[in-house]
């Protein structure tokens, strides 16, 4: 299945491109805005959470489980993906560990899971997952972790005045 775009495809290859800010942790693809990938089976969630990134600024495909994420990414590596841990098919936890088994390119994996799980954080972080956001959340939580891990889409990596190259 492909993942649900919009916008203008306009990725130059993986690898292309690196953050030159201090903060980022990851290169990104184009242009200093980092794709997000997120893997979520109910349809509310999919389009609140779809909703508020757009509207921060950030690219964001939607697929609709864990197997879904995992075909994803191996065609077009994502820097981030959301990743509910419960989903048909394939849940989250398999998914994640399955990418961090066999992705050559490793995105940030955030877990968003109901908080009132007893041990869910620790099946995450187990799972390879590198964060973790309870549901429900508020839009900035959401934005909040996005950014914590992969920077604001608005801000523009420091260029030189006069266009030379360091
Ligand atoms: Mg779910």
Not at 28 to 35: D, H, M
Not at 64 to 73: I, P
Not at 114 to 128: F, I, Q, T, W
Request: charged share 25%.
């Amino acid at each position: 299945m492909r993942p649900d775009t919009d916008g203008l495809k306009s990725t130059p290859p993986a690898g292309m491109g690196e953050a030159t800010n201090g903060s980022a942790q990851h290169s990104f693809g184009c242009a200093n805005v980092p794709r997000i990938l997120m893997a979520e089976d109910n349809a509310i969630n999919q389009r609140v959470g779809k909703l508020i990134l757009q509207r921060a600024g950030f690219r964001i495909d939607v697929v609709h489980d864990g197997q879904e994420a995992l075909d994803a990414h191996r065609q077009n590596p994502y820097d981030l993906i959301l990743m509910d841990c419960h989903m048909p098919v394939m849940d989250g936890f398999e998914a994640c560990r399955e990418i961090r088994r066999t992705s050559e390119r490793q995105p940030v994996i955030i877990a968003v899971t109901a908080n009132a799980l007893v041990g869910e954080r620790e099946r995450c972080l187990d799972a390879g997952m590198d964060d973790y956001l309870p549901k429900p959340f508020q839009a900035e939580q959401l934005i909040g972790v996005v950014q914590k891990w992969v920077g604001s889409p608005r801000l523009e990596p420091a260029q030189s005045r006069d266009g030379s190259v360091s």
